[in-house]
């Protein structure tokens, strides 16, 4: 498929856990970024990525949180020690250009359960 | 820090027209207006996006007023598949952080049959 992956589609961890998120973007696209939907919410900017420009980490919520992205391929979004409350939906989006002015596409996203 | 004020829900008749306000009055220059939606339990999609013309594509019709304070999305014959979260974003053109793409809460469309 062309499309932005995401794995796993689900994970189902118990509290205190290390877990790692897999997004690999559309071919060429030099923009990502890593959301986060609770249930219910919206989507709460996490980190982005652009070209290789340092990436903007405004959005992680705590130093449990950490992503990489290795050139313009795959990122990795890990969560240490998880909390109940980090359980959501983890939404990975890519664009062709480094601005993302034209359009994103979104994965399907990753439904984490930290019990 | 939301940028754009949209009204919770709305909904229309299947084979109407859909028309999704958005206010943005504190739009600057340089920022554009994007919109995208969310089908239940799916990744957000891209809807169109604008600068001050009115912009139309396959999937619906974006009308800024001249003022750029508020715009309005339109989708000519809304079907049962067009209900979902309508996300109005006004962004700036370009690279780095400021261009970043903010959520805010939407506007949950309902299509009735």
């Not at chain 1, 249930?39 to 340092?54: D, K, P, R, T």
């Not at chain 2, 000519?76 to 261009?99: E, F, K, M, Q």
């Amino acid at each position: 498929g062309a499309g932005v992956s995401q794995s796993p589609s689900n994970k189902v961890t118990e509290k205190g856990k290390d877990v790692e998120l897999r997004c690999d973007p559309i071919s060429g696209h030099t923009a990502l970024y890593w959301y986060r939907q609770r249930l219910g919410q919206g989507l709460e900017f996490l980190i982005y990525f652009q070209g290789n420009s340092a990436p903007d980490k405004s959005g992680l919520p705590s130093d449990r949180f950490s992503a990489e992205r290795t050139g313009e391929s795959v990122s990795t979004l890990t969560i240490q020690r998880t909390q109940q409350e980090d359980s959501a939906v983890y939404l990975c989006a890519s664009s062709l250009d480094p601005g993302m002015n034209t359009e994103a596409f979104f994965g399907q996203g990753t439904r984490l359960t930290v019990v | 820090d939301a940028k754009t004020t949209q009204p919770t829900s709305m909904d229309c008749a299947e084979g109407r027209a859909a028309n999704l306000p958005c206010n943005h009055s504190t739009i600057s220059g340089n920022e554009y207006v994007y919109w995208y939606r969310q089908i239940h339990s799916q990744g957000p999609q891209y809807i169109i996006h604008g600068l001050k013309n009115n912009e139309t594509n396959e999937m619906a019709s974006l009308i800024i007023t001249e003022d750029r304070k508020s715009s309005t999305l339109i989708l000519p014959h809304a079907t049962l598949r067009d209900t979902a979260v309508y996300y109005c974003i006004v962004r700036v053109w370009g690279a780095g952080a400021n261009s970043k793409l903010t959520f805010g809460k939407g506007i949950t469309l309902s299509v009735r049959p």
